[in-house]
Each structure stands twice: as structure tokens, then as C-alpha cells.
């Protein structure tokens, strides 16, 4: 059960909230760099002008993503960033809990089960209830009993063949966190998945009503916030932020960022990047460092997710010319119209984001407890049955509060 006991303070909260300093923990996932097949740590800010630090932590024998990214505000945040995204990653593609075989009928009487209906599948997925694939047992912040949900949605090792019984729902990273203490990375876990479904929430929205949530950046006062948006404004980068709080009521934002000018010899489209945390100053700052990153992602061209077609895409002018014409917009919104919650520690924190959802109807949120003793790290895979996901990945497929949303636009519509 979800406890509002303040235990595990937040020691350091400038421009991050964590339990330790960014440095200390970036120390500490370093020195076991050997043991998680981390062969480099490179800070690549550089290869791009607007200067907010991002790095990439290189693991060749990576059973998902070879190349992870960190950012931040300062370089050790980033540095601890992309060493702890490494980390979890390692957890999540080498997990050793016991596993069960079956179908959800011939578990659904000797074990308590997930809410399958609400999980984000593919669009073919082959499930059905006598359909036979693995099963992880995870638990239920809001009873504290354990629940045992489908093994693909915790694991991240891409390699071929997939596990018995693969293909029903969405592979993804979404919800795989860390963190210095296991409140930390749950609470860093529910923010992701808050974020993502926010995000596909969005994007369903008519582009009018789009416009409406866009922040106007002048109402914006927080130091750190401003700092960035002036590095922006110096590498003459255009911003632009839309409040993509969902009715969870967790502060969510996208920023969206393109060369003011044009250039044919080094074609940058436009980047985007969201955060989500319960202090609507945080959510910002890491939607904004992240838009940072995903450029400097492009410009590095070692991400091994990205490929051709990526480039293809974001080079488009037609894509480019519509970016600029939507960033030209005039944005009305202002920041502190967006929800914010200043919690002194990650209880607190945990009470919040459970709270917001349970005020959108949502009556599950599993965590799954991935941490490996010889590492200490704590890292959790964290799966809320109803949210939307990541809507980039293959094969999605609306879920119900994709559909619902849905559904009430187009009665409105026929009003």
C-alpha cells in the first residue's frame, strides 16, 4: 500500500531531485562499467552549438540498444543520465526471476492476474485466454499484493528467438528505470509511463486545440528553465512547449526545437523531447534537455535505432516548412497554468502520482523489481494496465483511453 511516510528525502533537487548527488552516482554505476559491458562514456556536447551536456554510454554486447543517451543540466547530471539508462538496460535484458507457462485461464484460478484487456497490444497480436506464454510476477502499489503480468512487457532482450509466447503486446523500454534508492526509480518509472500516454494522448488532439496549450516561454521564471531557453536563443534555435498534461494532473510537456535559419550543408529537422515529473519546473527541464539530446542523437548517427529512414524523415523540407510555420504560432498558455506538486520526499512523490492515477480511473500500477544484488542498483520495470504507450513503437494499436478520447470527439463533433 501506497504510504504518505516521509522516509527518503530528495538531497539534491538542482534542476533533478534525487537522493545523492548526480556525481556520486555516476561514480558509483562507473566503477562497475566492467561487470555491464560499458566499454565508453563519450561526452559528445560538442558536435552540436547550443551547449546543454549529453553523453552516450557505449555496451557492444547489448541485447537491445547498444547505445545509450544521457542528459542534463550539468555534465555529471548527464554523465549519471546515460550510465543508469545503460544500467537498466543491462537489468532488464538479463532477468533471472522465476517465470510461469500457461495460459490466463490455466492461471487465472491459482494466481492473480494482471488486467489483461487494458494492456497495450500489437495490432496483430495472436492473445486470447487459452493462447500459452510467460508470465512475471510483479506488485501492486495500491495493494502491495503481488500480480502476475506477461513476461514481454518486462523484458528488453531483443535477441532472436523471442520467448515462448512473444507477440501478443507492446515490446518497449517504457517504465524500465532507475534509480539510488528503489522509491526513486518507481517514482521515475510512473513518470515515464505517465509521460508516454500524455503523449499519445496529444497528438489525437485537433491541432487547434493543440495551440491552446502551447506555453508562452516569456511567463516562464525559473532560473535553470531560463538558462537553457537562452542557450537555445544563443545557438539561434527556435523552441517552442505545449503543456501535454493528461487528466492524470502530472505537469507533462513536449518542446520542439529547429535552426532559426536554413542551412543546406548540415540539415537539422526538428527534434522534440517531453518530460513529466510532479514539479512542472523538472517535467520542463527534462523535456528540454532531452529535445537537446535527440538532436545531437541525429547528429552523432550511432544510436542503433536510427536508421536511414530516420534521416530520410526528418530532412524532408515539407516536414521542415510545416515545423517552422507551427513554431511561428503565437503561444498564449502560461507556465504556472500547469500543475505542480513541491513533495520533500519520494513518498510524497509516490503518493502524488499514484493519486493523479486513481483519479483517471486507473486501479492497477505493477512494479516489477529487477534489482541485482551484485550491483545494487535499484531498477524496476514499471507497467500501469490502461495507459497508452509509447504510440512510435510497431504495431500500436489505440488503447482504451486512446479510444475513449476518441470516441468523445467524434460525438462532439457530431453535435
Not at 537555445?232 to 526545437?257: P, R
Request: include cysteine; hydrophobic fraction near 40%.
Amino acid at each position: 500500500m501506497v504510504t504518505t511516510k516521509s522516509t527518503t528525502p530528495k538531497r539534491f533537487t538542482r534542476g533533478t531531485h534525487r537522493l545523492v548527488d548526480p556525481a556520486e552516482t555516476a561514480a558509483r554505476v562507473l566503477a562497475l562499467s566492467g561487470p555491464l559491458g560499458i566499454t565508453r562514456v563519450a561526452h559528445v556536447t560538442g558536435l552540436d552549438c547550443i551547449g546543454i551536456p549529453v553523453v552516450q554510454v557505449c555496451r557492444p554486447n547489448s541485447r537491445s540498444l547498444a547505445v545509450s543517451q544521457g542528459k542534463g543540466t550539468t555534465l555529471d547530471a548527464a554523465r549519471a543520465s546515460g550510465l543508469m539508462e545503460a544500467a537498466e538496460l543491462f537489468h532488464a535484458e538479463r532477468i533471472g526471476h522465476p517465470l510461469k507457462l500457461g495460459s490466463w485461464n490455466d492461471l487465472r484460478f491459482s494466481h492473480e492476474l494482471v488486467r489483461v484487456e487494458a494492456l497495450p497490444r500489437v495490432s496483430v497480436s495472436p492473445f486470447h485466454p487459452d493462447y500459452s506464454l510467460l508470465w512475471i510476477a510483479g506488485m501492486d502499489l495500491f495493494t502491495s499484493r503481488p500480480l502476475w503480468l506477461p513476461f514481454e512487457l518486462v523484458h528488453n532482450n531483443f535477441t532472436m528467438p523471442f520467448p515462448t509466447g512473444s507477440g501478443c503486446f507492446v515490446m518497449s523500454s517504457n517504465g524500465l528505470a532507475s534509480g539510488n534508492h528503489p522509491l526513486e526509480a518507481i517514482s521515475h518509472g510512473l513518470c515515464e509511463v505517465i509521460e508516454r500516454d500524455a503523449a499519445a494522448l496529444f497528438r489525437l488532439h485537433p491541432l487547434e486545440q493543440q495551440a491552446r496549450l502551447r506555453v508562452d516561454l516569456s511567463t516562464i521564471t525559473d532560473p535553470e528553465c531560463v538558462r537553457l531557453l537562452r542557450r537555445f536563443d544563443e545557438a539561434d534555435v527556435e523552441v517552442a512547449v505545449w503543456d501535454m498534461t493528461s487528466d492524470i494532473g502530472i505537469a507533462t510537456f513536449k518542446a520542439v526545437i529547429l535552426d532559426r535559419g536554413s542551412n543546406p550543408f548540415r540539415v537539422l529537422g526538428p527534434v522534440e523531447g517531453m518530460g513529466t515529473h510532479p514539479v512542472r519546473e523538472v517535467a520542463l527541464l527534462r523535456a528540454l534537455t532531452e529535445a537537446a539530446q535527440g538532436r545531437l542523437t541525429l547528429i552523432a548517427g550511432s544510436r542503433d535505432d536510427n536508421g536511414r529512414g530516420r534521416y530520410a524523415e526528418t530532412q524532408q523540407a515539407e516536414l521542415i516548412e510545416h515545423a517552422r510555420r507551427r513554431l511561428a504560432e503565437t503561444a498564449t498558455r502560461a507556465f504556472d497554468a500547469t500543475p505542480s506538486y513541491e513533495n520533500d520526499s519520494f513518498e510524497e512523490d509516490l503518493v502524488t502520482l499514484t493519486s493523479g492515477l486513481q483519479k483517471a480511473g486507473l486501479d492497477q500500477a505493477i512494479v516489477v523489481d529487477l534489482t541485482k544484488p551484485e550491483f545494487a542498483i535499484p531498477v524496476v520495470r514499471v507497467v500501469v494496465p490502461g495507459l497508452e504507450p509509447y504510440h512510435h513503437v510497431p504495431g500500436y494499436v489505440p488503447g482504451p483511453r486512446a479510444r475513449a478520447l476518441l470516441e468523445r470527439q467524434r460525438k462532439e463533433a457530431a453535435s
